[in-house]
């Protein structure tokens, strides 16, 4: 983030400039959505989808299948060639809709990079971690190091390099910060992206819960409303793309308010010195 014009050991010019550059990929309302790069190519995938319709209708009327007899080598050939055309373009259509929810959850993984490292810069904790590890590796007997912290200070370092474990991430804002963000608005929403992306990358698209693992499970009223069914393979296309994306938003925001009220306390006890 050196790259940027805001002062990298300012959290609160960090901060605010993460806040403007997130306004573009997490709309807040329906008006923030409309002409949103989201809302443009939903709307493209639609045009490409409706295209498609037109071109096998017109292959459909160029063939006429009603000059042949119904059970005719030609007219079987025909119907199996207009199915095999349907099902390619569902297979394509849904595709690009999974695309959409596996870059939303990407989008939202480098959000939570982004906010741990303001977190970093508020609490000053780069250059004492970094302090740390350094005596340890170098056996400094002037600045013992217990094993145990350094533990500690090298996950901190892990979750501010990667951020791509949630687990992690809700572990380094709980601990860290006082922050439990499964009690944030949408947040049923926001992890049920997660496993919609994990469902298309590693499960060849069908929705596997785990019995005894709730966080490969959707929240069943989601389910109901999604139209999503255990062991059976996601129907992406039905998801609703804007639903999904304003509530990522309204969760960033409330994140953002909740990482600038405490880093505000912070700054005010170290101030007065208690």
Known sequence: MNDCWFDDNNWESALTWDTMYLQGDFPVSDFEYQNSLWETWVLRIQEGHKAEEEKLKELYYQLKPENHEEDSEEAVEINHLM??????????????????????????????????????????????????????????????????????????????????????????????????????????????????????????????????????QIDPTLLAHWSVQCDQEIDYSKLPIKELVIACGKYNQKLIDEIRSKLKSLSQSSSSGT
């Open 83 to 216: 199915a095999d055309g349907h099902t390619d373009m569902a297979i394509l259509t849904n595709s690009m809709y999974a695309a959409l929810a596996v870059s939303l959850w990407s989008k939202m993984e480098n959000f939570f990079k982004r906010m741990i490292n303001v977190c970093f810069i508020g609490q000053k904790k780069k250059e004492s971690i970094l302090k740390s590890v350094t005596d340890f590796c170098a056996e400094s007997s002037s600045n013992p190091v217990n094993k145990s912290e350094l533990k500690r200070c090298i996950k901190l370092l892990r979750a501010l390099q990667t951020a791509y474990k949630f687990l992690e991430i809700k572990s380094f804002f709980k601990n860290e910060m006082g922050i439990d963000l499964e009690v944030l608005p949408e947040y049923k929403t926001v992890d049920a992206i997660r496993i919609l992306n994990n469902s298309y990358k590693h499960s060849n698209g069908y929705y596997k819960p785990e019995i005894d693992k709730s966080h490969t």
